[in-house]
């Protein structure tokens, strides 16, 4: 009977560490997401075939963030099918709007820098103006470019972070992205071979053979290219509303 006994809480006290155990084969958790990104479910039969690109919204007016945005964007994402208004085209459309000044130009600017996209009541009023079925704003949140001098140690980078809101005629957001993409050079230290000097006399600096910061281009244009991914090209919604949801 004891031996009875014994056996039972050597069972009981074994399955208990077994419950305790983490199991060594068990599914990884998922890291953080890269990007968060919105599609309207019913984005294949909103009927939209043009899209207007708002003047770009930086916190710093920087007209480089701007103008990178603006090429960047459009480089990656004029093969969706879509009709685009370019930014800078929206811009002047704007302008002459509010009698050549930018007086409108930077009234939408700053509704996007307040709440990244326009607002329900205005982007019916803009979408006319612009001749477009929906409004697209992008919102530069980051734009940071590190570098690291010949004599210090550390290693270099370029960091975007961006925001974009695509709001239709009737004022709905119809899709959303947000995220953060960043470049880094080689790691310097003070055993880097030195390969020249920029100049002679007393601002020559040793030039060094390891890559420095990567440009913004080169920095945005993958970030875009992973939003291209989950944007509903013109084509596919065009067959979607033609064939219905399958």
């Given at each position: ?81 879509y009709r ?13 709007r509010s ?71 009737l004022g ?75």
């Amino acid at each position: 009977m004891k031996l009875r006994i014994i056996a039972g809480l050597i069972l009981l006290a074994l399955s208990a560490i077994a419950l305790l155990t983490p199991i060594s084969n068990a599914a990884p958790k998922r890291g953080k997401a890269i990007d968060k990104i919105w599609v309207h479910p019913d984005f294949a039969a909103l009927g939209i075939e043009k899209i207007a690109v708002l003047p770009i919204a930086t916190f710093d007016n920087s007209f480089e963030a701007q103008k990178v945005v603006e090429q960047a964007f459009s480089q990656t994402f004029r093969e969706t099918g879509y009709r685009w208004v370019s930014a800078s085209s929206s811009r002047e459309l704007l302008r002459s709007r509010s009698g050549g000044n930018d007086s409108l130009v930077k009234a939408v600017q700053a509704r996007i820098l307040k709440a990244d996209r326009i607002d329900s009541l205005t982007a019916p009023q803009i979408c006319g103006w612009l001749r477009s079925d929906a409004v697209l704003s992008l919102r530069v949140d980051q734009w940071e470019r590190q570098q690291v001098e010949w004599n210090q140690t550390g290693k270099p980078f370029t960091q975007v972070q961006i925001r974009a809101s695509l709001v239709d005629s009737l004022g709905r957001l119809v899709w959303s992205a947000s995220g953060s993409n960043k470049g880094e050079g080689s790691d310097h230290g003070p055993n880097a071979a030195i390969g020249g000097v920029t100049a002679s006399g007393l601002d020559s600096k040793p030039i060094t053979a390891l890559a420095g910061a990567p440009s913004f281009p080169e920095v945005v244009l993958p970030l875009f290219a992973r939003w291209l991914e989950l944007f509903p090209a013109k084509h596919a919604a065009s067959d979607s509303a033609a064939g219905g949801t399958r």
